[in-house]
């Protein structure tokens, strides 16, 4: 079992951008495939990347790509994702995943069993 602790969001204006950080609890995280979804009010919980246990592979979101990059190290348990030019439109509450699931394509919620409590970021235009 892994636990999962995000940080990083705050309040940014358009076109600035953020680190996110997930921190995970356990002695096997490099186990794990790794996403980041995010949920606006009033909106579904949507996919927004995704990085394979030994982080050689990742995938993106169309509406994230060239904007976004996950990354993750595996030393210090902890995954990222760097947002840059960021838009009002992705102002969300933004959770980490896990999973033992090996898979590259993960994009679907219910495909991981392991969440953090989310955290917010905000773009102001």
Same mark, same amino acid.
């Given at each position: 079992?892994?636990?999962?602790?995000?940080?990083?969001?705050?309040?940014?204006?358009?076109?600035? /951008?953020?680190?996110? !950080? /997930?921190?995970?609890?356990?002695?096997?995280?490099? !186990? &794990? @495939? #790794?996403? +980041?979804?995010?949920?606006?009010?009033?909106?579904?919980?949507?996919?927004?990347? @995704?990085?394979? +246990?030994?982080?050689?592979?990742? &995938?993106?979101?169309?509406?994230?790509?060239?904007?976004? @990059?996950?990354?993750?190290?595996?030393?210090?348990? @902890?995954? &990222?994702?760097? #947002?840059?030019?960021?838009?009002?439109?992705?102002?969300?509450?933004?959770? /980490?995943?896990?999973?033992?699931?090996?898979?590259?394509? #993960?994009?679907?919620?219910?495909?991981?069993?392991? +969440?953090?409590?989310?955290?917010?970021?905000?773009?102001?235009?």
């Amino acid at each position: 079992q892994v636990q999962l602790v995000e940080s990083g969001g705050r309040l940014v204006q358009a076109g600035g /951008c953020l680190r996110l !950080s /997930c921190a995970a609890s356990g002695h096997t995280f490099s !186990s &794990y @495939t #790794m996403g +980041w979804f995010r949920q606006a009010p009033g909106k579904e919980r949507e996919f927004v990347a @995704t990085i394979t +246990w030994s982080g050689s592979s990742t &995938y993106y979101a169309e509406f994230v790509k060239g904007r976004f @990059t996950i990354s993750r190290d595996n030393a210090k348990n @902890t995954v &990222y994702l760097q #947002m840059n030019n960021l838009k009002p439109e992705d102002t969300a509450v933004y959770y /980490c995943a896990a999973d033992l699931k090996r898979r590259i394509f #993960m994009v679907r919620g219910d495909e991981y069993n392991y +969440w953090g409590q989310g955290t917010q970021v905000t773009v102001s235009s």
